[in-house]
């Protein structure tokens, strides 16, 4: 059995060593636990047996171990403009043979590595096993379902009067993905997070974000929006809620 305790313990003592970095290693570092935490939960709805659900723990603690040495080298999270921090943490999680501490079996290690490579792509790359696929969804919704909650509205963003493109309102109305490149305008970049709910996998992940109104959230009324685009954005969300 993987011993999880000692895993938490780890990983606090790998992130003691950035902690003079300031608060930004602060909220991955909480980040991250809330994560290991979805995963646990997401497992268990899918009574996953007992040593699966500490493997999705474990990815949950390991997945953003990127973060801290980005942050260092880079001082921003955005991988665009430093390094892909999914990469980034299986090099670190190489380097100090931190997997093979807790699991000794190398498929279960490929597992491990596969999911933390997956959980920050636009789509989880093809021609995985349906176990590595599995468990790359339950790293990607345990990653979105914190992602939502965190969400705030930045007090600086203006969609006063912001349209939606054409491209995109299409896209979130076929409730599929949405590609960073058709992204144009202020309310098309804003939208990104309303389209990820798109993009969960399991019931659980969809059961929180409407007990928890997240749509709402996103596209929330009292957001003074250009009045042209206002009905499409609400169409959206009921389409969402509705499930259609
Ligand atoms: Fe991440």
Redesign the pocket.
Known sequence: MIDIESAYHLFDEFVSKYKNLGQKIDLKYYHTKRVAKECYNIAKSLNLDEEDIRICELIGIL??I??FEQIKRYNTFLDLKSID??QL?IDILKENDFISKFVKDKKTQQLIFKAIYN??KFAIEKNLSSRENLFCKIIRDA?KIDIFRLFVIEDNVNLSKSSLSDNVYKVLLNRQLLDDNILKTNLDFYLRHFAMLYDLNFEYSKNIVKKEKIPDKIIDVSINYNPHEKNKLLQIKEKYYKGE
Request: glycine share 20%.
């Open positions: 997945h953003d990127g973060r921090h999914a943490g959980h920050n990653d």
